[in-house]
């Protein structure tokens, strides 16, 4: 385990927990995350959505080769007018499985802005027959969990927390809706690392955890393969098939979202990993836990090794940025027209000491406290709407200013910088919301 650290140390990682048969191996927070934060799981929300169906095919709610359409909404289907014959041969296990028959992601910007997304989504019929081609497409998810819904009479993140998530221990979930209030269910999803992990290990167990069964064990075991057959691909995690919601692996089977929150589930070795993150190479990391980890699996241990690893997890954290000289005058500048961070943000201010960021968003100022050597939490607030960031920086010697503001509850970062041409305002890893951190807000 040390050894993953070690040859992880270069990437940015926000926790990992690791379990065999059960019992906890190793459970980290790199500073200033921490394990009462949740974080945005990106698609990895699908195989949250996914688990809850089954959930509902559990209890007869559903069944998986029932067309998708007689599960949704009447009103929302009624408002959709004409729809394509073909639509009626989509299946809940189509939807599942990313076999639509949609040869590409349908999702479109129409659908983002309707006030009753189904009108758009239903508009663009399949041009493949459903169940004959994969494409990886959010409308498959996104009509889960309008269908879920319908049945079941609560919202996907109430239905995923009440029927899933809190029997094995989660006290909140949050998730990103539409413009109409219903959860996307492909993204979305903002969870613990324990939470996330917990999940895995009820994947792992056949569904059934706290000694019931929470999702039918044979829905596991088949969400776990290869719905369509590929070509052998000895070099990708991305190659080996998709189940149903599940991204098969060269080692066992995965839930993954975008910038590197992972939820393996390892059957041969009994083990299971979460890991968060804000990454690109999204092979690297699991190339890491399959040449460091899996190796180690039956070595002999020892009291000091288990010592020197609890050292080490409890040790783990992200270097904070801090002053370089003493405080300066209360200084602003105008937003460097070469930052990647919106444009509606156009102008940025700094108190004397260097521990207020104040940020000019369409008018409004946003202020940011920053510790000096240290992560300072906070919350950006806009509306009715709230996002916690942890930020570090402080003021060089030439009079400039430096900081980094993580949105603690996501994948992602920016980092402010002043200079000749302003402030420069750049993303690590710009959102797939969009290049304005304001869009990660929740009410």
């Known amino acids: 385990m040390i050894d993953l650290l070690d040859a992880a140390a270069h990437l940015e990682l926000h926790s990992i927990a690791i379990a065999r048969d059960g019992h906890a191996v190793a459970r980290g927070w790199w500073n200033p995350y921490g394990p009462d934060r949740k974080h945005l799981l990106y698609s990895c929300s699908k195989s949250v959505t996914a688990t809850t169906i089954a959930s509902l095919v559990l209890d007869g709610l559903l069944a998986l080769d029932e067309p998708i359409l007689d599960r949704l909404p009447p009103e929302a289907l009624d408002a959709a007018g004409d729809i394509a014959e073909i639509w009626r041969r989509v299946t809940v296990r189509h939807c599942l499985t990313m076999t639509v028959g949609h040869t590409a992601d349908a999702w479109a910007q129409a659908i983002w802005d309707a ?56 006290l909140d979930l949050d998730w990103e809706r539409d413009r109409a209030g219903h959860p996307f269910g492909f993204s979305g999803a903002r969870v613990r690392t324990d939470d996330l992990h917990a999940l895995t290990q009820l994947w792992l167990d056949g569904g059934a955890a706290a000694g019931r069964q929470i999702v039918p064990a044979d829905w596991v075991e088949e969400a776990s393969r290869p719905f369509l ?77 288990d010592a020197r690893l609890e050292q080490r997890l409890a040790e783990l954290t992200i270097p904070a940025l801090s ?121």
């Open 229 to 305: 057959p590929v070509e052998p691909d000895p070099s990708s995690d991305w190659a080996q098939g998709y189940g149903q919601s599940f991204w098969i692996a060269r080692h066992g089977y995965r839930a993954d979202g975008a910038f590197g929150q992972y939820g393996l589930v390892l059957p041969e070795q009994r083990m299971t990993v979460a890991i968060t993150s804000e990454v690109l190479d999204m092979q690297e990391p699991l190339d890491l836990v399959w040449e460091h980890l899996l190796p180690a699996v039956d070595r002999p241990g020892s009291a000091d090794a």
């Open 323 to 443: 002053s370089a000289a003493g405080p300066a005058e209360r200084r602003a500048w105008p937003v460097d027209p070469a930052s990647t961070v919106t444009s509606a943000v156009t102008r940025v201010r700094v108190d004397t000491d260097g521990t207020e960021l104040v940020l000019v968003h369409d008018g409004v100022e946003v202020t940011v406290p920053v510790g000096d050597g240290v992560w300072v939490d906070g919350e950006i607030r806009t509306d009715a709407k709230g996002l916690p960031v942890s930020a570090s920086g402080g003021w060089s010697t030439d009079g400039g200013y430096e900081a980094v503001v993580r949105l603690i509850e996501t994948p992602h970062s920016f980092r402010v910088s002043t200079g000749p041409g302003g402030a420069l305002l750049s993303w690590r890893l710009i959102p797939l919301h969009g290049d304005d951190p304001l869009e990660l807000a929740l009410p």
């Open 115 to 170: 006030d009753e997304p189904l009108v758009p989504l239903l508009a663009n019929p399949p041009d493949a027959e459903p169940g004959s081609v994969f494409a990886y497409n959010q409308i498959a998810t996104y009509l889960l969990s309008r269908a879920a819904e319908h049945v079941a009479g609560s919202p996907l993140n109430v239905l995923a927390l009440d029927r899933v998530l809190g029997p094995l221990g989660a």
